[in-house]
């Protein structure tokens, strides 16, 4: 063995009892069946030999410590080292025991575990205090020259759960309470629950609350022979007259420990395994959720958050997606300048799947926009078959909103259509038919187009069946009566005030249940004040061409206040306000036209401008940046670009505009003016 094994060989302070068991489930866990010594850097052969047979051998704390350092790199010892010390306390509480055969308790043994303790180590005493009846306190005393060590800490608390072995106690509580370590390698909870760390002392309370058996040695008969020493007698509680004794070899009660040892550990080695399925399982849905979020935010890009007004038509929508991603689905999609379409689906199925089809049919429904909706549902039906193979389908109603008001419609499997006449306060279900897209070959045969005339005050409702078939906690669903008669109360309301209205009384209605499907409730309304809106446009756009800015602000106001959400009037009320000098409000409502409207290069080219005038340089690089995207030939554009870098600082990128206005117009006045900026930008470093 090396000089440094030597030296760790001539000290002797702990019993190698503790070292041998962990060897002897390092060499098992390693199938090394030749036994051989796996351990010649740190022990020679001789002394590894002595520790596997002798139960007496004594080594140093170096040398212990040194070997079970290497075994707990690839054992986990932990519950080894507890079970250890349940062992240790069991085969050696016979020595522990009166020579006669006087019954002992738990208390009086517990005062002659130090006795143990010093037969063990000589690094460390035990000193013992009762607190209470049933409560005792361990305090471990380690010699100045020695190091405390985590793994005491375990096979100690062992020690005096072979306390509880013995006297086969049901109901206690063994608690590391101190400890002068810093820490310790296994889980705090497994010692103690508030373990103080960094203390003066090494301390664990045991309680219990049941009373216990008492031992003594065996005196079974008179011929004793050397088995006997490893028997005691248990005596139940109760009188002397009738207690029972029962005889129970040590051996036995080992062997049980061991098997539960054993359970134990395969236990642990399952929940281990568990804990990584656990893990994984949690990686695999973190990774879920994130894919299901990004569908999520995919999807509302493709699902308008608002549908602006139309010719003197508000729209309102309740959209609630069942899961993060939805089956249902809604769209609108401009005709040229005389029709509007507007579409309502509501895909089979849930999640990902359900969010794929709903995105093929967005592009599906912008690739066909033909003069009729059943023409429109027989490609798409042809297409959607092709793509997604009848693993979906989707449900749908379609309407085309022609410039006279006139609504026509088809149905694909889908909610037929509400309609609500101001003139009557009646609601009613329109006809439909057809069969559902994307399932049957021949469903293209199946599909009708109706038409219904609206009026001005009429609304009209397109809905999935996740709001009819929602149930109430009794198990009734709400149905079309339901729905019907929430319409009609809500004759004097705007069609936002209605949508908003039919959800309250849903919500109500399904108070205390799980939703059970996606739900969607898309409604229109033409207004009644269309004839003064146009008037105000009329007003406020000639005002506009004559420059009178402030006027036309007034008009644009008053038709803005009737269709809040016409485009139209939002972009020429905006130019006219920034026209003004109210970038304020001007860049509000333009940021909500530009929601709707991404390509209009004025919108951002005057947006950019109210920001450039409230001193948002970045927000007004940007928007003109968009502008000149959408004309990036435009010399006003790269003329405000160049003034933003100006300001900014930036002299690289304003050089850039110079040099690309040059490109463009080498004659252009505001070149020379820019050129000399630049300059001075250089002359002030």
Avoid at 447 to 452: A, G, I, P, T
Avoid at 500 to 516: A, L, N
Avoid at 558 to 578: F, H
Wanted: proline letters at 3%; one cysteine or more; glycine letters at 6%.
């Amino acid at each position: 063995m090396p000089e440094e094994g030597s030296k760790l060989l001539s000290a002797r302070e702990i019993s190698s009892r503790r070292v041998s068991g962990l060897i002897k489930a390092y060499l098992q866990e390693h199938q090394n069946l030749s036994g051989s010594n796996p351990f010649p850097e740190i022990v020679e052969e001789a002394t590894y030999r002595k520790i596997l047979k002798d139960s007496n051998f004594w080594i140093s704390q170096d040398l212990e410590d040194r070997l079970i350092s290497t075994i707990a790199k690839s054992v986990d010892i932990s519950g080894l080292l507890y079970h250890l010390g349940t062992e240790t306390l069991i085969t050696n509480a016979y020595d522990l025991l009166p020579l006669d055969d006087t019954k002992i308790f738990i208390d009086e043994l517990i005062h002659r575990i130090p006795i143990l303790i010093n037969r063990l180590t000589r690094t460390v005493f035990l000193h013992v205090f009762f607190t209470g009846n049933k409560t005792a306190l361990f305090q471990f005393e380690y010699l100045s020259r020695y190091k405390e060590k985590w793994y005491d800490a375990i096979f100690f608390q062992g020690m005096l759960n072979g306390l509880a072995v013995l006297y086969e106690l049901k109901d206690y509580k063994i608690n590391m309470t101190k400890t002068r370590l810093f820490g310790i390698h296994v889980s705090h909870k497994d010692l103690g629950e508030d373990i103080v760390f960094g203390a003066d002392v090494n301390e664990y309370r045991l309680t219990w609350t049941d009373e216990p058996l008492s031992l003594s040695r065996a005196m079974a008969n008179e011929d004793q022979n050397s088995n006997n020493r490893h028997k005691v007698m248990i005596v139940s509680r109760g009188d002397t007259l009738n207690e029972k004794i029962s005889i129970v070899d040590i051996n036995d009660v080992v062997d049980k420990s061991r098997e539960l040892a054993i359970e134990n550990r395969d236990l642990e080695a399952a929940v281990e395994v568990l804990k990584s399925f656990k893990t994984e399982l949690e990686k695999k849905q973190l990774s879920i959720a994130k894919d299901l979020r990004l569908a999520k935010n995919i999807q509302k890009g493709l699902i308008p958050q608002f549908i602006p007004d139309w010719k003197g038509i508000q729209f309102w929508t309740a959209y609630y997606p069942m899961q993060e991603v939805s089956g249902d689905y809604y769209d609108y999609f401009p005709f040229a300048a005389d029709k509007l379409g507007v579409v309502v689906c509501d895909v089979s199925g849930h999640g990902v799947p359900a969010a794929f089809i709903t995105a093929l049919s967005k592009m599906l429904f912008t690739n066909y926009k033909m003069v009729k909706p059943s023409e429109t549902f027989k490609f798409i039906n042809r297409d959607l078959l092709d793509l997604v193979k009848q693993q979906g389908y989707t449900t749908c109603v379609y309407a085309l909103i022609q410039d006279d008001y006139k609504i026509v419609y088809s149905t694909a499997g889908h909610p037929r259509p509400i309609l609500h006449r101001a003139r009557t306060n009646q609601a009613e279900i329109l006809d439909g038919e057809g069969t559902f897209i994307g399932m049957f070959p021949e469903g293209g045969d199946t599909y009708r187009d109706h038409s219904v005339q609206l009026e001005p005050g009429d609304k009209l409702f397109l809905y999935t069946d996740g709001i009819t078939e929602a149930e109430s906690d009794k198990g009734v669903p709400f149905g079309e009566e339901r729905l019907l008669s929430a319409i009609v109360s809500c004759a004097e309301m705007t069609i936002q005030e209605t949508i908003e209205h039919i959800m309250q009384v849903h919500k109500e209605f399904t108070m205390g249940t799980d939703p059970m499907d996606d739900i969607t409730l898309l409604g229109w309304q033409l207004s009644t004040k269309l004839p003064e809106f146009n008037e105000y446009k009329k007003l406020g756009d000639e005002s506009y061409k004559a420059k009178q800015f402030e006027k036309a602000c007034d008009y644009f106001q008053k038709a803005y206040e009737i269709l809040p959400r016409e485009l139209n009037t939002q972009l020429v009320y905006g130019r006219a306000l920034a026209h003004s000098g109210k970038f304020k409000e001007a860049s509000l409502l333009l940021e909500s036209y530009n929601r709707f409207k991404t390509n209009n290069y004025i919108s951002h080219a005057v947006l950019g401008y109210c920001y450039y005038k409230s001193e948002s340089f970045e927000k007004a690089e940007l928007e003109w940046k968009k502008a000149h995207s959408l004309k990036d030939d435009n010399l006003p554009v790269l003329f405000n670009l160049a003034m933003v870098y100006l300001k900014l600082g930036a002299k690289a990128r304003m050089k850039d505009m110079l040099d690309r206005m040059k490109r463009i117009d080498e004659n252009n006045q505001n070149i020379i003016p820019l050129e000399k900026k630049w300059e001075s930008m250089l002359d002030e470093e």
